[in-house]
């Protein structure tokens, strides 16, 4: 599976946007964008995924750049509940489950 | 429409008992997966599951069992618990090799 890179710890005044960077630079042609978030001690929600076009739905909008190095995950509206850690997967199709890095900590700040 | 439950919820056992976490959805999806969880960690997959009677090994699967005998259930089974599993365990599935993967609310084991 392609690695990705996203920084560790990122702060958002609550109301605002919160963009959340990933960087996945050997992702292959056949290989999507996951997005998973982790409230504290909860299981791992799906937020969004995508393959070449940006993506949006009630959650969250999903940015991804023409040659498919990088995304980025937008929070149109972050609120104190969207605290969390966030994951970026890139996923391979077939019998091969998600394999999860560190993330991201989102603090959503009052 | 429950989806994906776990249970228990909380288990504190004794080093050397065995111990089985259930993990049961309502979908039919194909896959099912094991997952732990601590600190410093991250998510580790333990074993996961393709269909039923069909089942591999993920990243740290020693000392774990688990078998499909019908696509609803995904029992994980600790044979023989030690102190070093003590963990939060998360049960996914999902309904075939793109579709989105879903958790169960996790299981925390203490081994004492």
């Known amino acids: 599976d392609a690695k990705t890179t996203q920084p560790p710890s990122m702060d958002c005044a609550e109301g605002r946007a919160a963009n959340l960077p990933c960087n996945h630079s050997?992702?292959?042609?056949?290989?999507?964008v996951y997005w998973y978030r982790q409230i504290h001690s909860q299981g791992p929600q799906y937020i969004i995924h995508?393959?070449?076009n940006n993506e949006t739905n009630e959650m969250a909008s999903l940015i991804i750049t023409e040659d498919r190095k990088s995304s980025t995950l937008i929070l149109p509206h972050a609120t104190l509940r969207d605290t969390a850690v966030y994951y970026c997967?890139?996923?391979?199709?077939?019998?091969?489950?998600?394999?999860f890095g560190k993330g991201t900590r989102l603090s959503v700040i009052a | 429409d429950a989806g994906i439950t776990q249970s228990p919820r909380y288990k504190i056992t004794e080093t050397g008992r065995q111990v089985t976490l259930m993990c049961h959805q309502t979908?039919?999806?194909?896959?099912m997966f094991w997952y732990r969880q601590d600190l410093g960690h991250g998510l580790r997959l333990i074993y996961y599951?393709?269909?039923?009677?069909?089942?591999d090994k993920g990243e740290v699967p020693d000392g774990y069992v688990v078998s499909r005998s019908k696509t609803e259930n995904f029992p994980l089974t600790l044979e023989s618990a030690t102190r070093s599993q003590t963990s939060v365990y998360f049960c996914?599935?999902?309904?075939?090799?793109?579709?989105?993967?879903?958790f169960g609310p996790g299981t925390r084991l203490t081994v004492l």
């Open positions: 996914a599935s999902r309904g075939s090799a793109r579709d989105t993967q879903y």
């Open positions: 050997t992702i292959s042609g056949n290989e999507y």
């Open positions: 599951s393709a269909a039923a009677d069909i089942t």
């Open positions: 979908w039919s999806h194909s896959y």
């Open positions: 995508g393959l070449k």
């Open positions: 997967i890139v996923f391979i199709s077939g019998n091969t489950p998600l394999v």
